[in-house]
């Protein structure tokens, strides 16, 4: 709530140092009229990814001329309910929010439903049996983003004749739509390549000290058995690359690295050859956003599902041609 408090704060001074040079009958440059008031509730900060979106995220509002109340729920489920009660109570325009989790909104959106304010998805999806909940979900395509990373595999063993890919996978936060989705695509794609072998696949939610944890354990039941590392995040894989090192083997080269959101850091160990392919998951969601709720405060309709454009690095490629990431 710090955030928003100092964004009400500065509103309020700003109108007072309006008011009283009014009064001293001098001309005050007036602040730009705020279009829409929109309720933000982000999950955290538990990545690199995390903190671009919600940077992009405060930038549009600016350039869109949207009052933005941002909450951080510190990767809780519970508060990014109160958030939303509080956006209610403060009868925002539009609410959005990055569910953590799929499950458990029902009755809270019932609330924001009732209270006829529309609400936006951004970045991950819920899962409910209820009609009408939320009016749309901007965020990736997370199966296409697991099909990238096992269409990138499956060249790879080609390339590399492999006969048997020992794979081990650290996955998302569970019951999230990336990790979900993500883990969906990939098993998909490879479930008809008899090389293929899953050996474990293990919790790191999403975050760096978590990746390192479960590439010691990894490491520890599997040994060399290990092909291919197959992590759902850059934080997780930025973990796991020291631990796989520490253990004696050289990542990207004895044993292949995939990851997913291609942040500049991620890139920059691509260049060195210690990651092998990296799945862009853009965090800049901000504009179509912006753009979205404006029109939903229009009463204008809106797509129900809006997939930002993504793509993939890898060794395949000359990594001197990526141009800096922004996150
Ligand atoms: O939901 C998007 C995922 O969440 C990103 O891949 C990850 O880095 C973030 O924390």
Same mark, same amino acid.
């Given at each position: 709530m710090k955030k928003t408090c100092g964004r009400i704060c500065l509103g309020l001074c700003l109108a007072l140092f309006v008011t009283v040079l009014g009064g001293c009958g001098k001309k005050a440059e007036q602040p730009m009229e705020s279009k829409l008031l929109l309720g933000f509730s982000q999950i955290g900060a538990e990545s690199a990814w995390r903190i671009g979106n919600t940077r992009d995220i405060e930038e549009q509002a600016e350039n869109y001329a949207v009052s933005l109340m941002l909450e951080n729920a510190n990767q809780k489920q519970e508060n990014q309910i109160a958030a939303i009660r509080r956006f209610i109570a403060y009868k925002v325009d539009v609410i959005a929010f990055s569910p953590i989790? $799929? $499950?458990?909104w029902d009755n809270v959106l019932l609330e924001a439903k009732d209270a006829g304010i529309p609400v936006i998805l951004v970045d991950r999806d819920i899962s409910t $049996?209820? $009609?009408?909940? @939320?009016?749309c979900v901007i965020g990736a395509d997370f199966y296409q983003e697991g099909v990238m990373a096992a269409e990138y595999l499956i060249r790879k063993a080609d390339r590399m004749e492999l006969e048997h890919v020992n794979i081990v996978e650290i996955t998302g936060?569970?019951?999230?739509t990336p990790m979900l989705q993500r883990q969906a695509g990939f098993m998909d794609t490879i479930a008809?390549?008899?090389?293929? @072998?899953?050996l474990e696949s293990i919790d790191g939610d999403f975050l760096k000290s978590r990746g390192a944890e479960c590439m010691r354990a990894l490491l520890e039941a599997y040994g060399d058995q290990i092909d291919v590392v197959y992590s759902h995040n850059d934080e997780m894989t930025l973990g796991a690359l020291p631990e796989i090192e520490k253990a004696g083997y050289e990542p990207g080269r004895n044993v292949i690295i995939i990851s997913i959101d291609a942040g500049q850091k991620a890139i920059d160990v691509l260049k060195e050859g210690k990651i092998n392919c990296v799945v862009e998951c853009t965090p800049k969601l901000g504009k179509e956003l912006m753009e979205t709720a404006l029109k939903l405060k229009k009463g204008e309709s809106v797509d129900a599902v809006i997939h930002p454009e993504e793509h993939f690095f890898s060794d395949e490629m000359d990594p001197s041609k990526i141009a800096p990431r922004g996150y």
């Open positions: 989790v $799929e $499950e458990g $049996e209820k $009609e009408g909940l @939320t009016a936060t569970e019951n999230s008809d390549d008899p090389r293929m @072998t899953v």
